[in-house]
């Protein structure tokens, strides 16, 4: 029965293919010749054939087949120098292979994810024309930064307090790394689409801190739009709170549990001043800014540094003075960096050296010491108007952000009175 159904399944997957490359129109094989080559391979390894040799013979018998197609269009004169439906057939009949020893979920994702690979070629071909110098930069950074530079790291722990770990400090680096350049490559592939919400969303995942820098400035010189500018500093100071809940989850979610509900009720406060704000100037628009590579490495390696020093920091003042300092680190950390505290302190509650109470409220402590230094930023930077909105806004949020140090249970006020 389980033959029949790899035979079933093969013809399937190799129909799909199929059916894309005859719709291209492909001389070389199109819906029939697809599910044959998967099926071929669902027969090279069934049990009982020789696997290694039936299967190399038939990825063989393949190649000559598709070099003599190529040769007989050669001499036609019609020869195309794309070789995109020969190496989907070389991996069709791979995919069969998988399916006859079993590996069904592989195979079944190896397939699909071609044949959505195979449709979109205009599509991604426009996406890398689209790239400029800047974005072909940002992605070979962070292959350098994630496929390069964390695989050859020690994972071992060094200096007092065993949090040193040269290969976990890195690996936050990539994770964060990472979440921004997401939230960049959609912004770039928007492009003219995003406004204000979306900007705010796709800043705050980038940087809110940048995001606001950028807004402030375009208020000084346009004073006009200091109200959209504002809503999306607010927005993107929202999403920080999401982005932290993601970095929770992603190095502690044990902590997540526990730290979901009152930070939801932070990240609620503040959605509701976002549509409070939205309402009367949804049809105001105003420029995006023009965002920086998240992934250079010089940043890069500033903020490992920054996470390591936290790090540190936070296992000596928890074990030196105790649960009350990790607040006041928090309250000076977060100033600049929201995501090396919160990174830090997920570490070190993952290794029990803190409790999921005091964690959290470190987060959130840090997430409103940085809305100061972005409201310090506007003042700098920004128009007056611009700052009066961000004053309210932030002001409402650290007050609901006070409300829940003090009365969500589990809180002691002698905390931050006995550093």
């Known amino acids: 029965?389980?033959?029949?159904?790899?035979?079933?399944?093969?013809?399937?997957?190799?129909?799909?293919?199929?059916?894309?490359?005859?719709?291209?129109?492909?001389?070389?094989?199109?819906?029939?010749?697809?599910?044959?080559?998967?099926?071929?391979g669902t027969l090279s390894t069934m049990p009982g054939?020789?696997?290694?040799?039936?299967?190399?013979?038939?990825i063989l018998a393949i190649a000559v087949?598709?070099?003599?197609?190529?040769?007989?269009?050669?001499?036609?004169?019609?020869?195309?120098?794309?070789?995109?439906?020969?190496?989907?057939?070389?991996?069709?009949?791979?995919?069969?292979?998988?399916?006859?020893?079993?590996?069904?979920?592989?195979?079944?994702?190896?397939?699909?994810?071609?044949?959505?690979?195979?449709?979109?070629?205009?599509?991604?071909?426009g996406i890398v024309k689209s790239m400029t110098d800047k974005d072909l930069r940002a992605m070979m950074n962070l292959a350098l930064i994630g496929l390069i530079v964390l695989p050859i790291l020690p994972?071992?722990?060094?200096?007092?307090?065993?949090?040193?770990?040269?290969?976990?400090?890195?690996?936050?680096?990539?994770?964060?790394?990472?979440?921004?350049?997401?939230a960049y490559a959609a912004y770039k592939l928007l492009g003219a689409k995003v406004g204000a919400i979306l900007g705010g969303v796709l800043g705050g995942l980038?940087?809110?801190?940048?995001?606001?820098?950028?807004?402030?400035?375009?208020?000084?010189?346009?004073?006009?739009?200091?109200?959209?500018?504002?809503?999306?500093?607010?927005?993107?100071?929202?999403?920080?709170?999401?982005r932290v809940l993601i970095e929770i989850g992603v190095v502690a979610p044990n902590l997540l549990n526990v730290a979901f509900l009152p930070m939801a009720v932070m990240l609620l406060l503040m959605v509701v001043e976002c549509l409070a704000l939205y309402l009367p100037l949804r049809h105001q628009a105003t420029k995006p800014p023009d965002h920086d590579n998240p992934a250079?490495?010089?940043?890069?390696?500033?903020?490992?540094?920054?996470?390591?020093?936290?790090?540190?920091?936070?296992?000596a003042a928890k074990d030196i003075?105790?649960?009350?300092?990790?607040?006041?680190?928090?309250?000076?950390?977060?100033?600049?960096?929201?995501?090396?505290?919160?990174?830090?302190?997920?570490?070190?509650?993952?290794?029990?050296?803190?409790?999921?109470?005091?964690?959290?409220?470190?987060?959130?402590?840090?997430?409103?010491s940085n809305l100061v230094f972005k409201a310090g930023a506007v003042a700098m930077l920004g128009s007056r108007k611009l700052l009066l909105y961000v004053t309210v806004t932030f002001g409402i949020a650290m007050a609901g952000g006070a409300l829940l140090l003090a009365f969500w249970p589990g809180f002691e006020l002698t905390q931050f009175t006995n550093p």
């Open 1 to 40: 029965m389980e033959t029949y159904q790899a035979l079933a399944i093969s013809l399937g997957l190799g129909l799909l293919v199929g059916l894309q490359r005859q719709w291209k129109a492909s001389e070389i094989a199109g819906i029939r010749t697809f599910p044959l080559i998967a099926m071929m």
């Open 296 to 315: 250079q490495l010089k940043p890069a390696i500033i903020f490992g540094v920054l996470y390591a020093v936290i790090l540190f920091i936070v296992a």
């Open 206 to 242: 980038i940087s809110s801190t940048a995001t606001t820098v950028s807004y402030a400035r375009q208020t000084k010189d346009s004073p006009n739009i200091s109200a959209m500018a504002a809503l999306v500093i607010l927005i993107a100071s929202t999403i920080v709170n999401v």
């Open 65 to 125: 087949l598709l070099a003599i197609a190529n040769v007989a269009k050669i001499r036609s004169g019609e020869f195309d120098s794309g070789m995109t439906t020969e190496v989907a057939a070389l991996l069709m009949f791979a995919v069969g292979c998988v399916l006859g020893v079993g590996e069904t979920g592989p195979a079944i994702v190896t397939a699909g994810v071609a044949a959505v690979l195979l449709h979109w070629k205009k599509r991604l071909h």
């Open 155 to 182: 994972d071992e722990t060094y200096g007092p307090y065993d949090v040193l770990n040269p290969y976990g400090i890195w690996r936050m680096v990539v994770l964060i790394v990472g979440i921004s350049m997401v």
């Open 321 to 368: 003075f105790g649960d009350g300092a990790l607040y006041w680190i928090a309250g000076i950390s977060g100033l600049t960096d929201v995501d090396a505290i919160t990174l830090s302190t997920a570490k070190m509650f993952k290794q029990d050296r803190v409790n999921a109470a005091t964690a959290w409220r470190v987060i959130l402590i840090a997430t409103m």
């Open 49 to 58: 054939n020789q696997l290694g040799w039936m299967s190399a013979a038939g």
